[in-house]
Structure formats: C-alpha cells, structure tokens
C-alpha cells in the first residue's frame, strides 16, 4: 500500500511559501518516490545498448545461418560468426563511451530549480524536487512539473504542448502546466504533480508510444537499404538452396555451404554498425569540444545545412550589456532616479536591467504600485507609481506613434537604443511622452567575423533575425563580415505570413521580429528547399529553434532554450560552430565513402545468385571465402576511411551516390566470375574448388580495386592502407589459404587469375564511364522536367 503523505494545504510550512517543505517532509516524500524523475531518459541504459547491437534481424539470421552450419558438419564456414560477433562488440563498446559522454554533458546542461526548504531559497537539479516543494519560476524558465501560483505573477507561453502561441497570465490560485516556460514575471508556486505524474510526462508517454523520432536522411536510407535486404533474401535464398538441392542434385551439406554464402554476401553486416559507431565517435570528440548533441542524427542534420539564422545578442555579440549613454529628453524630470526605480521594481532577470543596475549604482530609486514585466510581444515594461504616475521602458517604435530624430544615428552606430516614456496607465502605449533614450552597447565577439567567413566559404547563407532595430542590427551584422548586411527590413512593416515568406528570400537581416514571425521565417526558408539551423539562446527564440531542422544554443542562454536545442554550445563561444560542422561533414562523408565498399558485395552476391539460378550453374564461392573478401577488402578499410577528417560539403541523396559509388564494382564481381564460371565449365581439368578459389581472389583483387579508387586523392594514410591490405591479401592467399577454405591452384588456374585480375580495374573505370553518363542524362532529364 502506498505511503500518503499530509497534503493538507493549511499546513503551515506548505501554506506560507517562504517557508517551504522541511528536510524530514523533503525526505518523506523522497522516500515515498513522490520526485520529479522524468520518464524519458536523455540516453539509452546499458541494458538497451546491449540488446539493440546483439538482437538486430540480420544478427538472428546470422545466428540461424551458424546453427544450420554446425548441423551439416562445415565448422571451417564459420569464419563470418566472430566478424559479426567483434562488430557487435565494437558497437556495444562504441555506444556506451558515446552514452557516458552524453551523460556528462547533460549533468552540466541539466535544468536547475529555486527551491524553498527551511525558509532558504535553495538552488537544486529539478529531478530533486519532490511533490508540495515551492518553487521559485523566473523569466526564461521552462516549468519542470505541474504546480499553483501562491505568490506574484507571471505570463507563461504553452505552445510547446497546446500548439498555441498565445501568453496567458498565471496569478495567485491558478495553475502551471509542466512544459510551460516562462515568459515574463517572477512566482512562488507549490509543485502539485511530478515525475510520471506530471502533464508533460503523460504527453511523453503518449508520443513514443504513437510514434518514433524522424530519422535523418542518411539513416531513412539506410534503414529502407536493410528493409529491402532482409526482405529479398528469404526468396533469393530459398530459391537458390532449391537450385543447388534439387536442380544440380547437391549433397546436402554443399546445398547448405552454397546457400550460406551467398545469404552471408547479401547481407551488410558492418554498414549498419559503421555508421553508429562512426556517429558515436562523433559524439565523443564533439563532447570534448564542450558540445552537446541530444541525437546522434543532429550531426548528420548539421552537416547538411545551407542556411544558418543566428540571433544578435549571445550569437554575434556577447550576451553582456552595457550603457553606453542616456539622454535626457525633457528637463524637469530625475530620469536617473526613474530608471532606478524601474531597475528596482522589474528586477534584474535580463541582460538590459543588469546593465542598468550596473551604470546606474546606487541611484536613489522607490517602490511601485504594479508593473508590468518585458515580454517580446510588447516589446516593453511599466512600473506603475502614486498619482498616476506610469513609467515605459521599450522599443521607440512600439511606444510612440511617431519616430525620433534621435533614434536612428544612434542605431546606426549599432547601439541598441531603448526609450523611456511617462503616461498616466499600462494600455496608453501610444500617447507615452517621451522621457530620455537609453543607448546600450553589446560587443562584437572575438572570433565573430572569422566564423562567418567559414560559413560563407562552406556555401551557408547567414540570416540574422532579431527583435532590436533594423538598422541596429544591419549595423553589427556587416561588422562582424555577414554578407548582404545591409539588406535589412523592419519585420514589424510585415503584414501577414505571406509578407515574412516573400521577404525571407530577399532580405539578409530582419529586425523587430516577433517569436511568431521567427517562426514563420524558419518555415519558409526550409520550404524553400534548405536545410535550416537556427542559433538562439532567449525565450523569444524558442518557436523558431523548435521549427529547425537542427537547433542550437547557448549554455548561457535561457533554460527553456538550452533544454529544446538538439545542441548545446557548454562553452557559450560561437566561434566554434566551424569544429562542430567540420565533425558532421567528416563523419558523413566518410560514412558515404566506405558505404560503397560493403555494397559492391550485397551486389555481386543478389545478381550472382539470380544469375546462377537463371543460367543453372553452382553458386561458386564459400562463406570462408567471402569472409576474407568482406574482412580485407571492406571491414578494415572502412573503420580505417570513417574516422578520417573530410570537411568537404554533403551532396546529393546518400543512397543514390552510395549505389552509383558501389555498382561499378559490384558489376565488375559480377561479368569477371560469370566469365569464370563459364571458362571452368568448359576446360574441366579446373575443378570446382578451384574454381571457387579463382572466384574468391578476383573478388578481392576487385574489392581491392574499388578500395583503390575510393582513396584516391591518396594521402599518407590511405597508402600504408592500400600497401597493408595488399600484403595482407598476399599473406591469406599463400600462407593462411586453408583456413579461408581456399585450395592449392595450378598452373592453368593461374593464368586465368591473371588474365581476369588484369581485366579489374580497366572494366571498373569503364562501367563508372558509362554509369556516369547515364546519371548525367538522368539529373538533366529531372532539371528539364522541373523547368516546364
């Protein structure tokens, strides 16, 4: 029976919030497992890892293939059984370094809590709060449970779980969905659901079990590649072992060694694992960087971006404000004590009221009546005094009517100017009387303009979409050497999403941009065609970061952002976004290099035995055979090729240029060993051993060829490859030819290798000849279409 735990409300240090929960109630409850743990952890458990690297369908056809082996007596074919069992291993280990990793970044990156326990305010991980804690939410702050405001105001956004954008004002006696974040305001609220009790853990549960995550591009294609595979095999391999037992009039036992090989040949045992474990590695140099990717599939995303949108403050500048100066517009007023007081009243939770605080000192200031904290909807703050006395602090456009004179040299300077204006309530915005304007200053960061320049040399456009003033915002973006600075807009002259959509295409900096429109711009860019990732690190930017194909923030950024961004700059430096694009390209470029390499196999083995089965011959090669192919032709230089640097830019679709990488020597195997196959049928002093032996070796004299041109432009590296698993083949075929069931060849045979082995590469560059020609044809056909 579960412990109920006093959840009386008049209980004293449960009513009163600036008492809070004692310690032994904190522990009642902790003990009562009433915490706030979430229900989806950031990373799979040890236990998931093993069990997806061991239980995958190609492993339970593997093991299905092994058992039949062993059952007909042919122990020497199971030389593929430890290959999958190492990559496995490799997997498993690869993935759980990758999980510890995360795990780490995510302890440094995980949402915290003001707490009130004893009657101190007490900052915690919000997994330790515990139900009836009252909890302190501030602007910036996602709500981490269910809760009732008990003290103050806040206005929070629920987008992020009821799709609407609108804000919605929270006061005392009403309640906090959990997934919230706050926009504007400060509150005490009691926690009345948490953990798996929460709206936001329900809403969890009920997403994975109605759908997965999206896969990225590189992972949708690999997964249909493995669909279509182990679907094909069942009739190819069913086909092919009646053929051998019933057509040929096989033994059983060779039945059997005939059908594994050529299953064993379709299958891509190591790409699926390549790719993890090369996206895994990934994940652990990126988290050395100090950088937090929450799905392995962002660095994929990442790499393919072409348009990167980037906020002003904490992207180009610094998040750090300073006053730079004020300026008096009437002369009967203490505008330095007015400031003061609205210091005083709305707090300092934002980098312009830090600045404030900071020029100002110890300003005499007085207490208001009511505010009105900033949000980026108003784009201002009031503090209401005795005698009507209302004081404005916002953007000039959106407090007055009319522009003035003063703003815009200011702006132009790249300051960012601020305006303060009388008027007598909070919804007389438009006849506020001007006071004085606030100039603040953001400093460029260091490495801003070198960062851009990388960009712009990579072929990724810059958009800067911001809230301040255009012309502020025009300015600081051409001095950090953002291309096309000074095509900015005034997004508050936008009418309608059509208006944004139209100018997403023609301006390079946007200014006056609300969440919604931020949002909207993202949308268009992408439907446009481009892969969009977008940098933020406010509240304001939370819609637009959810809408990115890839997300990032800041550190220091806002909770609510941080949690939602796919990843995560620890070190709050901009400048190395590079490092962090340079790592995805590298590892899908590698990926898609060596990918090529495991097909040409899946190819020969499909056709070959299709072919055998139409053409009413042996299937000629053993699965030791293939083994030695697949392992120095494909296994090792594929490890060696995924963890190469390469930073060039991803192009075109990963499964068509895989393909057109692989058929060339997939069709090469193919024409070489029917060549062979029909030359031993007709001189019959060859044997079928050697046969099958001649077959082996041109496969990996061919898969050696291919290996060959995938290397190319050679660096130092690839030749100590190439030069390795040459000796290394040399070694198998003499010295080790028994333990790849490979048999002794005659002086006949030989000259057949020979001639065949010679013919390798000459038949690999002109089916790449002809294939290209045929790709060519094929793209100019899509672009006339798409031009009609």
């Known amino acids: ?23 032994a109630q904190v ?28 239980f995958t369908y190609f492993n339970l056809v593997f093991a299905a293939l092994s058992v039949v082996i062993i059952l007909v007596g042919a122990w020497r074919e199971l030389l593929f059984l430890p290959v999958v069992l190492i990559n496995a291993a490799i997997g498993i280990v690869q993935e759980i370094r990758a999980k510890h990793t995360l ?75 959990s997934g919230s974040y706050v926009v504007a305001g400060k509150c005490i609220a009691r926690l009345e659901k948490v953990g798996a009790d929460s709206f936001v853990s329900k809403l969890t549960l009920e997403a994975k079990a109605s759908k997965k995550l999206p896969k990225s591009e590189m992972m949708k294609s690999l997964s249909r590649l493995v669909l279509a595979i182990g679907i094909l095999i069942i009739p190819v391999g069913a086909g092919l072992f009646y053929h051998q037992y019933a057509v040929l009039g096989e033994d059983l036992r060779q039945s059997v060694i005939t059908t594994v090989a050529a299953l064993v040949g379709m299958i891509p045992e190591g790409l699926y694992l390549l790719t993890s474990v090369a996206l895994a590695v990934s994940v652990i140099r990126l988290g050395k960087k100090k950088t937090l990717v929450r799905e392995l599939s962002r660095v994929e995303t990442l790499a393919r971006v072409d348009m990167l949108c980037v906020d002003k403050t904490g992207t180009i500048t610094e998040a750090e404000m300073l006053v730079e ?19 005083l009243n709305l707090g300092t939770e934002n980098e312009t009221m830090k600045a404030l605080k900071k020029y100002l000192g110890e300003t005499p200031a007085k207490r208001a009546n009511a505010t009105l904290p900033f949000n980026s909807k108003n784009k201002f703050s009031a503090a209401l005094y005795d005698h009507g006395e209302c004081y404005l602090l916002g953007a000039p456009e959106f407090l007055l009517t009319e522009s003035l004179a003063e703003v815009e040299p200011l702006a132009g300077q790249g300051l960012r100017v601020l305006l303060l204006a009388r008027t007598d309530s909070f919804e007389s915005v438009g006849s506020a009387i ?23 040399e990579q072929g990724v456009e810059i958009k800067v979409i911001s809230g301040d003033n255009p012309h502020t915002v025009s300015n600081i973006a051409a001095k950090a050497g953002i291309a096309n600075a000074d095509k900015f807009i005034d997004a508050a002259a936008l009418g309608d999403d059509q208006s944004v959509v139209e100018a997403a295409a ?58 939602a961004s796919d990843i995560v700059l620890l070190n709050n430096d901009f400048s190395s976004m590079p490092g962090v694009v340079d790592e995805g390209r590298r590892v899908i470029n590698n990926i898609q290099r060596s990918a ?40 090792i230089p594929s ?33 070489l060993v029917f060549g062979v196959t029909l030359f031993t049928l007709t001189f019959s002093e060859i044997s079928f051993e050697q046969s099958g032996t001649i077959c082996a070796i041109l496969l990996a004299v061919t898969g050696f060829a291919v290996m060959w041109r995938v290397c190319r432009p050679f660096t130092l590296l690839r030749q100590a490859l190439c030069a390795g698993v040459a000796v290394l083949l040399v070694l198998c075929v003499t010295l080790f030819r028994e333990i790849f069931a490979l048999s002794s060849l005659g002086l006949p045979s030989v000259l057949i290798v020979s001639v065949f082995a010679l013919l390798s590469y000459p038949m690999i560059a002109a089916i790449s000849r002809i294939l290209d020609k045929i790709y060519k044809i094929y793209e100019k056909g899509i672009y006339i279409g798409f031009h009609k």
């Open 639 to 671: 490890f060696i090729l995924a963890l190469e640097p390469n930073s060039a830019r991803i192009k075109g679709h990963f499964l068509r240029g895989v393909l057109f990488r692989a058929l060339p020597g997939g069709l090469a195997d193919v024409f």
């Open 596 to 635: 090529s390499l495991f097909l040409v196999k899946n190819i020969f083995s499909f056709v070959f035995a299709i072919l055998s089965i139409a053409a009413g011959f042996a299937y000629p090669v053993s699965p030791a055979q293939l083994s030695l192919v697949s392992t120095m032709t494909i296994g």
């Open 325 to 343: 100066q004020i300026i008096p517009l009437v002369s009967d007023l203490d505008v330095s004590q007015i400031l003061a007081s609205h210091v």
């Open 506 to 563: 023609e301006y390079t900096v946007f200014g006056r941009v609300t969440p919604e429109q931020k949002r909207t711009l993202i949308k268009a860019l992408k439907a446009a065609g481009h892969t969009v990732a977008m940098t933020g690190d406010g509240v304001n930017d939370l819609l637009a970061l959810k809408e990115a194909d890839c997300s990032i923030a800041m550190a220091s950024g806002s909770e609510v952002a941080t949690q």
């Open 1 to 23: 029976m579960p412990t109920i735990i006093n959840q009386n409300p008049n209980e004293k240090n449960i009513a009163f919030p600036t008492r809070g929960l004692t310690a």
């Open 434 to 456: 001007p006071v004085a304007l606030v100039a603040l200053s953001n400093k460029i960061r260091r490495n801003a303009g070198e960062t851009f320049r990388y960009f712009a």
């Open 103 to 177: 795990d780490k970044l995510n302890l440094l990156n995980s949402p915290k809590a003001l707490v009130i326990r004893d009657g101190t305010e007490q900052e915690i991980e919000a997994v330790e709060l515990v139900l009836d804690d009252c909890v302190i939410f501030k602007s910036g702050q996602q709500i981490c449970a269910d809760a009732i405001v008990l003290e103050g105001e806040i206005q929070v956004n629920e987008s992020l779980i009821t799709g609407e954008p609108d804000e919605v004002l929270k006061a005392p006696g009403m309640s906090l969905l």
């Open 27 to 54: 522990y009642e409850r902790t003990d009562a497992g009433l915490c706030n743990i979430p229900v989806d952890a950031p990373t799979k458990s040890v236990a998931q890892i093993i069990m997806g690297n061991l």
